[in-house]
């Protein structure tokens, strides 16, 4: 069942079994724990850093900062969490996924095409080419058509 609100509980020690909609924030761990809010039962670990999540409690209710982006999990579900509410951010999640993947896939085959010519500059008719004299500059061309 899709989770939308999570609850916060302040505890010392993360329970064994963790229950749907809480979210159990550990201060001395500076870390929480949740079941992902799409209901998969994925256990989701924020920890607190400046790196990782950023937690904000108004008193009654948490928020966390960035996104959930959980792309580890078979759901790969993403979504926020605003003032203890789960605010789904799916579709454009995926097209930033994909944006991303693309250009891992780009990166990656610019990659092999950079090493494939790294491996066609070692065949012997590269190296042939690299001992014949270069072309003559226009300023030397000048100077043999004058006679210098
Ligand atoms: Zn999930």
């Not at 909609?21 to 201060?27: K, P």
């Not at 999990?73 to 693309?102: K, L, P, T």
């Not at 030397?140 to 058509?145: I, N, S, V, Y």
């Amino acid at each position: 069942m899709t989770i939308r609100r999570l609850t916060p509980q302040f505890v010392e020690q993360f329970p064994e079994r963790l229950e749907p909609g809480e979210l159990y924030l550990a201060m001395e761990f500076a870390t929480a724990v949740h079941l992902c809010a799409c209901g998969c039962g994925n256990k989701v670990i924020t920890p607190f850093s400046p790196t990782d999540w950023q937690m904000s409690f108004d008193g009654e209710t948490v928020s966390l900062k960035p996104s959930i982006g959980n792309w580890s999990f078979r759901c790969r579900s993403h979504y926020w969490v605003r003032s203890g509410r789960v605010v789904w951010a799916g579709d454009m999640s995926q097209e930033a996924i994909n944006a991303v993947r693309n250009r891992d896939i780009r990166a990656k085959a610019l990659h092999q095409a950079a090493r494939a010519q790294g491996e066609n500059v070692d065949l012997p008719e590269w190296k042939d080419a690299q001992v014949q004299p270069k072309p003559a500059t226009w300023l030397e061309r000048l100077k043999g058509r004058l006679g210098l």
